[in-house]
């Protein structure tokens, strides 16, 4: 199956700093990526939905700018989470679905943040 | 709101048992199924889906029923394995959206 990275897999910061997450389809071109948070021994709640060159698409609830996402290329999307907060730790995963693919979703390893 | 839910937190099963895992939901537009399994600290790993056109589809050791009249999904794992311990979730997909994913199964496998 196709090949979703992620980086870092681990990251801890200080309060009010910000930390950028990259997510890249390593083996076929991502088209549309997806980025959802997941807290523990709970369920992925999407955060958002974003197309190659357009804005980001969010879920209900989740804040666009403290949430921002890019997605420049076919092979990379970025997801940076802008002064963060310890209410902001959480596993936060992405994946990636190409143009020639209908349905299938391929996802990335995760990102443990973790805010102090 | 609508959601994709799994009725058994748990389930607990002895090493070469088969294991039945359910999901219940409730969008009858869903037209694509997929199950993931999960480890600890790990993103999830596809094991099988379905589009809403079947009701049955087999993999290895896995098959995946389909209930439209009372929207209902099952994944069947034949010979369970300790490796196959884990979260299994459901996710739908409602057509042109992301996939939803359901409150997830903790399979524990005893040897």
């Known amino acids: 199956g196709a090949v979703v990275s992620q980086h870092p897999s681990r990251v801890i910061c200080k309060s009010g700093t910000s930390v950028k997450i990259e997510c890249r389809s390593l083996?076929?071109?991502?088209?549309?990526m997806f980025w959802y948070r997941q807290f523990p021994k709970k369920s992925l709640m999407l955060m958002a939905t974003?197309?190659?060159?357009?804005?980001?698409?969010?879920e209900q609830g989740v804040e666009k700018d403290k949430f921002l996402i890019n997605h420049a290329s076919l092979t990379l999307s970025t997801l940076t989470v802008t002064s963060a907060h310890p209410e902001d730790s959480s596993f936060y995963i992405c994946?990636?679905?190409?143009?020639?693919?209908?349905?299938?979703?391929?996802f990335g390893p995760g990102t443990r943040l973790t805010v102090l | 709101g609508e959601s994709v839910g799994l009725h058994l937190p748990t389930l607990s099963v002895q090493e070469g048992d088969n294991s039945i895992i359910n999901c219940a939901y409730s969008n009858s537009a869903s037209d694509y199924f997929i199950w993931y399994k999960q480890e600890s600290g790990k993103g999830p790993q596809f094991i099988i889906d379905?589009?809403?056109?079947?009701d049955k589809r087999q993999g290895q050791r896995v098959t995946v029923l389909l209930n439209k009249t009372v929207k209902h999904l099952s994944l069947q794992i034949a010979a369970t394995q300790p490796g196959d311990s884990a979260v299994y979730f459901c996710a739908e997909r409602r057509k042109g959206t992301a996939l939803i994913f359901g409150k997830g199964t903790t399979l524990s496998v005893s040897s």
């Open positions: 083996d076929f071109q991502a088209t549309t």
């Open positions: 994946s990636a679905k190409g143009h020639t693919s209908t349905d299938t979703q391929y």
């Open positions: 974003s197309n190659e060159g357009s804005k980001a698409t969010y």
């Open positions: 379905i589009r809403s056109n079947m």
